[in-house]
């Protein structure tokens, strides 16, 4: 599933590449599961815990395993990825792989992403992600902008806007205007090492698309995580 709701957890954290590997761990909980414009649970949020290892070479492994925190909801899942990033200029790319395993429905998907963003203008970021399922056999695109506004030496704000286009990954008879989002994060530096980032967001789904799933229209939801960098 793709899903961009934690742009910046690590906004404060220092930038990988200082070593020939730095190390990240995530925790965090989200009162929604939101993707797609979906909510992908029946009912409340979800836990998160992650990890990533980034290289000077580009490359970054990772993994994130989420589970329902409801107990009347049986759901989790697993992503495990590996992803190359560089820069040209001011843009940065990236490509990637990742492995989805559904263990408690039974399921997996892989998907293979790319992205780009321009970090050339003084005022916001554009940036594009590109994700293909070879389960759903579909695309989904993601275009935004986004700012970090640096509120003092620990704490940086970070609204952001994303428009999502499908193409068959999220319904199989659904070509172009998913839905739209609108949010910011909030990252405020602990320590050295260790960041708390605050997430909210709301999401309009296409109509269209609501009418033919029977999925809601309008959705909020807010999250905290707890990052750590070594």
Not at 47 to 66: C, D, K, P, Q, R
Request: aromatic share 14%; proline share 2%; net charge negative.
């Amino acid at each position: 599933m793709m899903k961009r709701s934690i742009i910046a957890l690590a906004l404060c954290v220092p930038a990988f590449g200082a070593t020939a590997a730095e190390f990240e761990v995530d925790l965090g909980y989200d009162s929604k599961y939101i993707s797609e414009g979906r909510d992908n649970l029946e009912k409340g949020g979800i836990y998160w815990a992650s990890g990533a290892a980034a290289f000077e070479n580009g490359v970054t492994l990772s993994a994130a395993y989420g589970y329902a925190a409801d107990s009347d909801v049986d759901y989790d899942e697993l992503n495990l990825g590996i992803e190359y990033g560089f820069d040209v200029g001011d843009f940065s790319f990236y490509a990637g792989y990742t492995r989805l395993e559904f263990f408690k429905d039974d399921e997996s998907d892989n998907e293979l992403g790319a992205g780009v963003a321009y970090g050339g203008l003084s005022w916001f970021e554009p940036f594009i992600d590109y994700v293909y399922s070879t389960e759903a056999e579909g695309s989904f695109v993601e275009l935004g902008i986004q700012r970090e506004f640096a509120l003092s030496q620990r704490l940086v704000l970070t609204p952001y806007v994303i428009a999502g286009f499908d193409y068959g990954y999220a319904n199989p008879d659904h070509d172009g205007d998913n839905h739209w989002a609108l949010g910011a994060t909030l990252a405020y530096q602990l320590t050295d090492q260790m960041a708390l980032s605050v997430i909210a967001e709301h999401t309009e789904a296409n109509k269209q698309v609501c009418l033919e799933e029977g999925i809601e229209t309008d959705q909020n939801w807010a999250g905290v995580h707890l990052t750590m960098a070594f």
